[in-house]
């Protein structure tokens, strides 16, 4: 079974770091590009950083640039998520999602893990 | 703000045909195709229209899409309304001045 499964979520305080993790399994994880995507509490969806399967092209959302980092270990089947400078509109919860293509341009996300909250206050 | 525009709700009974509309503009919509997730509550989202008009495996077929060869917009109709598919419903696509992936709003749709 394909599963995406993500964790590192946590309250942490304002202007501090978290890195998050999601682990793949049942699929072939070195092949496609992959993303993270949020949701704050009551809120819609948010794309925020994409990665092609090897790595060589990233992209982020405005909102995060400069303060995210999206890396990956296909040796390990695990993407991460490096956040730092976070501030309370960065609370939601982060959802993990695999592209359907190699790259993370423009295709769409068939497979999504439950996701991991993240909560930013003091 | 979200770039891609939805009604925030859509409402129908049991049977009936209900459509959720999705307008955007020339730099994701009108040159790149669209996409739709459905969340269910409580649960993450899942794939359930792709490039317009494709179902995953395992979509039901009263679910459709479309998209507007005439303006920036596209549609999912749900053909003979469940139960099960009370849901929030979100339209996403490429943007190509953003060069990221943009949502909707989403739209919630109630089965009366």
């Known amino acids: 079974e394909e599963q995406l499964v993500e964790s590192g979520g946590g309250l942490v305080q304002p202007g501090r770091s978290l890195r998050l993790s999601c682990a793949a399994s049942?699929?072939?994880?070195?092949?496609?590009?992959i993303h993270w995507v949020r949701q704050a509490p009551g809120k819609g969806l948010e794309w925020v950083s994409g990665?092609?399967?090897?790595?060589?092209?990233?992209g982020y959302a405005d909102s995060v640039k400069g303060r995210f980092t999206i890396s990956r270990d296909n040796a390990k089947n695990f993407l991460y998520l490096e956040m730092s400078s976070l501030t309370d509109e960065d609370t939601a919860l982060y959802y993990c999602?695999?592209?359907?293509?190699?790259?993370?341009?423009?295709?769409?996300?068939?497979?999504w893990g439950r996701g991991t909250l993240v909560t930013v206050s003091s | 703000q979200s770039v891609l525009t939805q009604p925030p709700s859509v409402s129908g009974t049991p049977g009936q045909r209900v459509t959720v509309s999705c307008s955007g503009s020339?730099?994701?919509?009108?040159?790149?195709?669209v996409n739709w997730y459905q969340q269910l509550p409580g649960t993450s989202p899942r794939l359930l229209l792709y490039?317009?008009?494709?179902?995953p495996s395992g979509v039901p077929e009263r679910f459709s899409g479309s998209k507007s060869e005439v303006d920036t917009s596209a549609s999912l109709t749900i053909s003979g309304l469940q139960s099960e598919d009370e849901a929030d419903y979100y339209c996403g696509a490429w943007d190509d001045s953003l060069n990221g992936h943009v949502f909707g709003p989403g739209t919630k749709v109630t089965v009366l």
């Open positions: 990665i092609s399967w090897d790595s060589e092209n990233i």
């Open positions: 999602a695999k592209d359907a293509s190699r790259s993370w341009v423009y295709w769409y996300f068939d497979l």
């Open positions: 020339s730099s994701n919509i009108g040159g790149n195709t």
């Open positions: 049942g699929f072939d994880f070195g092949y496609y590009a």
């Open positions: 490039s317009n008009v494709h179902r």
